[in-house]
């Protein structure tokens, strides 16, 4: 009965163990379960069943760690579960194409760097390098750059 205890403590931390790398990000409470699970039956096996056997559950148990981990990233599990759409979604550069540069408009919101203004009566974002602008600004346009559109406060 002790030996099934054992067992079954160390199938858990290997389970909990992989739920902890591969579905949970991050530090968990997964991780902490198969930590206590795994130190647990190493306790248990010294108490219980003596020295030596201690010892054979403590080379078993982190045999069990590093094989599981690794027989989990050679399987073709990881690659089931795996995001595989790539994104073929592109910025829409239009609204450059109907600025150029020296237009003036109004900022629509606050510009912390980047935000919306109104430009030829379309309202498009763009960028200041000059720091924080609040909303209604007039603004001018100084370069196009990528599709990305610099403006600066207007001088009046």
């Known amino acids: 009965m002790d030996v099934l205890i054992i067992i079954v403590l160390i199938i858990a931390a290997v389970i909990l163990f992989l739920v902890e790398l ?8 997964a ?10 039956a190493n306790y ?3 108490a219980n ?12 148990s982190g045999v069990a ?3 599981s981990l690794v027989w989990f990233m ?17 910025i829409d ?7 150029k540069v020296g237009d003036t408009g109004i900022t629509i919101t606050r510009l912390a760097q980047i935000g919306n203004a109104e430009i030829n009566g379309n309202i498009i974002e763009v960028k200041t390098l000059e720091g924080l602008l609040n909303e209604k600004t007039p603004v001018i ?16």
Do not use: H, M, N
Request: aromatic letters at 10%; charged letters at 20%.
């Open 74 to 90: 050679r399987s073709k599990t990881l690659d089931k579960i795996a995001l595989k759409k790539d994104i073929t979604s592109k």
């Open 44 to 46: 248990y096996a010294f």
């Open 93 to 99: 550069k239009s609204a450059a194409e109907k600025v």
């Open 31 to 40: 991780g902490f379960a198969a930590l206590g699970c795994i130190i647990y």
């Open 141 to 156: 346009v100084t370069r196009i750059t990528d599709g990305i559109i610099y403006v600066e406060k207007q001088k009046p």
């Open 22 to 29: 591969f579905v949970i990000p991050g530090i968990s409470v």
């Open 49 to 60: 069943l003596g020295t030596g056997a201690g010892f054979i559950t403590l080379v078993v």
């Open 65 to 67: 760690c590093i094989g």
